[in-house]
């Protein structure tokens, strides 16, 4: 499936995001696991994210209560809003998505074949 992430920019800390995951497979999307993840400057890609087909949902501890991820199967979309964004939230955003996903790794992105190109987001202090 062919992804397409949008909705990066420059905020200051203590504002808002919606990040937007696009996938061109309209028919079977629901069945997907799509996830979100991030490489801040000079570091790993690291997980934030992850909504399954049954729309159970995932986060990583940092973001907790601060990002909300969602899903419109109708849409092939799957969003994430980020609000009390902070500095260190500063990465490129990637999402990426996975039929087969084990529960236990979803979030190891070594587990998705398939990912969008990223996008920036710059939170200035």
Known sequence: VQLQ????????????????CAASER???SAYT????RQPPGK??????AIRYNNYKYYEDSVKGRFTI?????KSTVYLQMNSLKPEDTAVYSCAACRTCILSSLR????YPDWGQGTL???SS
């Open 108 to 111: 190891n992105d070594q587990q």
């Open 27 to 29: 028919t079977t999307f």
């Open 5 to 20: 992430a949008s909705g990066g920019g420059l905020v200051q800390a203590g504002g808002s995001l919606s990040l937007h």
């Open 121 to 123: 987001v710059t939170v």
């Open 34 to 37: 799509i996830g979100w993840f």
């Open 44 to 49: 790993e890609r690291e997980f934030v994210a």
């Open 70 to 74: 969602t899903r419109d199967n109708a």
